[in-house]
């Protein structure tokens, strides 16, 4: 596995890359600003890119803008996105342009090496994680008539699952219920958000998007 890190912090990034290296996953180039992360994903192709948020100049958004760059190069790429305090609008932005393979996580998560490393392997396998915290800031948000107040209480539980990037057999491993019940709360939950089956959207993209408040 090979990943292209994006960090302003020489000691962070360097210490992603070690931490990285002792699991077998190498770090194939790095970079300490946004600027310069789009081109060494078009020339590595790397199985992800590691990004934070706040870069210079301004440190502002500059790691997003250039994840979200990387990918419209390269489409497709995974993409983990590190920060240092929750920020809603970065989460739900970086899954709006597409859930598969994208991850929004704090940095304090790096120090959990083993499910942090999990997580990588994750995403790069193209599934979605938000950092529980996230999920919980945002789910603190109340909008008049909002369609996720009318979900059941297992449902909620099992949307919020399915927003960490889990999967059905894995959500019914956690709730210690059936595939097939999980698979009836998803029905029932797309039912409710008024997520018809449809080419063009992606019905657990929408609904996860729903539960994070877009």
């Given at each position: 596995m090979r990943v292209v890190i994006a960090e302003d912090s020489v000691l962070l990034r360097e210490g992603l890359a070690r931490l990285l290296a002792d699991e077998g996953i190498e770090t194939v180039a790095g970079c300490g600003d946004g600027e310069t992360l789009p081109g060494l994903v078009a020339e590595?192709?790397?199985?992800?890119?590691?990004?934070?948020?706040?870069?210079?100049?301004?440190?502002?958004?500059?790691?997003?803008?250039?994840?979200?760059?990387?990918?419209?190069?390269?489409?497709?790429?995974?993409?983990?996105?590190l920060s240092q305090y929750v920020e809603e609008r970065y989460a739900t932005e970086l899954i709006g342009g597409g859930a598969e393979g994208v991850g929004y996580l704090l940095k304090e998560r790096v120090?959990?090496?083993?499910?942090?490393?999990?997580?990588?392997?994750?995403?790069?396998?193209?599934?979605?994680v938000i950092d529980p915290e996230v999920i919980g800031q945002l789910l603190g948000r109340r909008r008049e008539r909002d369609p996720v107040d009318t979900l059941t209480r297992r449902e909620r539980e099992v949307l919020g699952r399915m927003a960490e990037g889990l999967s059905n057999a894995a959500i019914a491993?956690?709730?210690?219920?059936?595939?097939?019940?999980?698979?009836?709360?998803?029905?029932?939950?797309?039912?409710?958000l008024d997520l018809p089956q449809a080419e063009e959207t992606h019905r657990r993209v929408m609904a996860v998007l729903a539960y994070l408040g877009r």
């Open positions: 590595h192709r790397p199985d992800l890119a590691i990004v934070d948020v706040r870069m210079p100049p301004s440190f502002t958004d500059e790691g997003l803008r250039a994840a979200l760059k990387a990918r419209e190069l390269v489409p497709g790429t995974p993409i983990l996105v120090a959990e090496v083993a499910e942090f490393v999990e997580t990588v392997r994750k995403i790069a396998a193209g599934g979605t491993r956690g709730l210690t219920v059936t595939e097939g019940a999980v698979e009836k709360h998803i029905s029932s939950i797309f039912l409710k």
